[in-house]
């Protein structure tokens, strides 16, 4: 019997994503709880071959908070979660699309949880990119 690759899946992907930033922050004096992971979750060729890309985001952002759950440094390690979309086509009107989840979450909070929030955003996503690609006229960058 020959082996089929699937894609891996995506709520077990991210909450490794966080628990792996956890564990840099943990293990290094020197790493930071800011800045973004990003991972690819569709692509879609245009009608006219561009490419439609939608990616999972977790952004991560500090917030000093008096009193705070962590008592050590005084600030609350956040991530916010969604997803975007972008058209790479040459000469699209409309190449992006954003959803974002309205709160915030821990770090220290569940990992599983947080990664299963983004997937309502996810798929919205997608049928975005899906719409897009059926009906965008851009063309793909060639050199």
């Not at 899946?9 to 922050?25: C, G, W």
């Not at 009193?67 to 005084?74: I, L, T």
């Amino acid at each position: 019997m020959s082996y089929i690759p699937t894609a891996p899946d995506l709520k077990v992907e991210l909450a490794e994503t966080i628990r792996a930033h956890r564990k840099s922050l943990a293990s290094s004096k020197y790493a930071t709880h800011s800045g973004s992971d990003k991972e690819e979750v569709g692509r879609y060729t245009t009608v006219a071959g561009a490419l439609v890309t939608v990616q999972a985001v977790l952004a991560y952002t500090s917030k000093a908070v008096w009193g705070s759950a962590d008592p050590s440094d005084g600030y609350e390690r956040r991530i916010d979660v969604g997803a975007v979309a972008n058209c790479h086509g040459y000469g699209c009107v409309d190449p992006k699309f954003r959803a974002d989840h309205d709160k915030h979450f821990l770090l220290a909070d569940d990992a599983d949880v947080t990664a299963e929030t983004v997937l309502p955003y996810v798929q919205k996503a997608r049928e975005w990119a899906q719409t897009h690609a059926e009906t965008c006229r851009a063309q793909a960058y060639t050199r």
